[in-house]
């Protein structure tokens, strides 16, 4: 069952690493402040919503959301734990992953921060994401805690 979760927290933190990268060209471009869809002279210029704060934060939320599934799925094989905490680790820490990532490219795109609920469809979204997401990884942390000390 182990081997099972350790396989999906490395898949998924592979997909949201792979978020936080294409954020990062986002993030890039808009440093730059246009997009050229072809190199060349007279190509077509887009320009992308947000600020700099909200595509750094979308780049680095993936990348260190993606980093912490890699970390705990490479130590996942040293905790003692239950096949219910195993479960529930995983599903946290997917949970938490995706959530910051997702509320993360919210912001930059509809303009919110989700640092409270209201002000907006998009603000409310992220919010109740970055929410979920602090409560899920308090719970799957707890659990690796707990399992890395039954080991000792």
């Known amino acids: 069952m182990a081997e099972r979760w350790r396989s999906q927290l490395i898949a998924h933190g592979a997909l949201v690493f792979l978020v936080g990268l294409l954020a990062g060209f986002a993030f890039a471009f808009f440093e730059l402040h246009k997009i050229a869809l072809w190199p060349l002279p007279g190509s077509i210029e887009v320009s992308l919503p947000g600020d700099v704060r909200g595509w750094r934060m979308a ?47 919210l912001g930059p795109i509809f303009g919110g921060r989700g640092l409270e609920f209201g002000g907006g469809v998009a603000n409310s979204m992220m919010y109740v994401l ?6 899920a990884v308090i719970v799957a ?8 000390l039954r080991r000792g």
């Open 59 to 105: 780049h680095l939320e993936g990348i260190l959301n993606g980093l912490t599934l890699f970390a705990v799925g490479a130590i996942l094989p040293s905790l003692i734990l239950r096949e219910r905490e195993l479960a529930i680790v995983g599903w946290s820490l997917i949970v938490t992953a995706w959530g910051n990532s997702i509320a993360s490219l």
């Open 130 to 135: 970055f929410v979920a997401a602090v409560v």
């Open 141 to 148: 942390m707890i659990l690796v805690c707990r399992g890395a």
